[in-house]
């Protein structure tokens, strides 16, 4: 019985934080005026780190379904932040999502406001217990992950 509560007050705090981070940034992207949205803004920060991306593996990457990912793109596109390229390798056709210099420019503007957020929404926790947290969300991330193995 204590461990189904303790395990729905996990649940519910993951939920919770995720939700709280997201209205914050929304908030901030508001008040700063940016022309993106934060999760436009993980798109440009994915592809600015690796030039060679493809849409499939930003869909893995992000946990967006392919649908979801053509609206982002499409969106970056008409505002210039990002290209799109078609690409044959091993018989199959890709599309590699390359970042703009605008949209190098932006994100740029963007990170140091990020990083200032992060710092704030971090304010009062130990080193480690940050390691800690990354160290069981990286577990559950790798739980869900791995194929359902029946017990």
Known sequence: ML??????????AIVASGRAIKVHNLNLYNTYK???TP??????????????LSQNKLCELLYKDKSNMTRLISVLEDKGLVTKTSQSERGKQL??????????NLRALITPVMIESRKKYL????????????????????????????K
Request: glycine content about 4%; aromatic content about 8%.
């Open 95 to 104: 599309n590699i999502i390359k970042i703009t210099e605008k949209g190098k």
């Open 39 to 52: 999760e436009q803004y993980l798109v440009l920060n994915m592809i600015n780190d690796d030039e060679h």
């Open 3 to 12: 461990k189904e509560i303790f395990i729905n007050l996990i649940g519910n």
């Open 123 to 150: 304010e009062g926790i130990s080193q480690d217990d940050m390691y800690t947290c990354i160290k069981v969300l990286s577990q559950i991330q790798h739980n869900l992950e791995s194929p359902f193995k029946e």
């Open 34 to 36: 940016f022309e993106i």
